[in-house]
Nanobody, 111 residues
């Protein structure tokens, strides 16, 4: 059974950067896609970025050019580098793989 633990969220000013990490335990995930989703208050959870086992990435249009997803298979960890943050990026960010969700980490961007 997979467990996912996110870290790296926090409060940052508009234009700033944060790096989220998601450490997985319980299974080696190098053969599986991993991703980041987010949920803002009063809104549905939405896809932010995905990375497959071969390293191919997919991004939501709203974050293209600002966010970068990457993975370190040796550490069973996926990252989300977030640059040029905007107030509308404020949300709880969740890590996902194999139909499993992490507990989420809060990202707040002040204007």
């Amino acid at each position: 059974q997979v467990q996912l633990v996110e870290s790296g969220g926090g409060l940052v000013q508009s234009g700033g950067s944060l790096r989220l990490s998601c450490a997985a335990s319980g299974s080696m995930l190098s053969n599986y896609a991993m991703g980041w989703y987010r949920q803002a208050p009063g809104k549905q959870r939405e896809l932010v970025a995905l990375i497959n086992s071969g390293g191919t990435t997919t991004y939501a249009n709203s974050v293209k050019g600002r966010f970068t997803i990457s993975r370190d298979n040796a550490k069973n960890t996926v990252y989300l580098q977030m640059n040029s943050l905007k107030p509308e990026d404020t949300a709880v960010y969740f890590c996902w793989t194999l139909n499993t969700w992490g507990q989420g980490t809060q990202v707040t961007v002040s204007s």
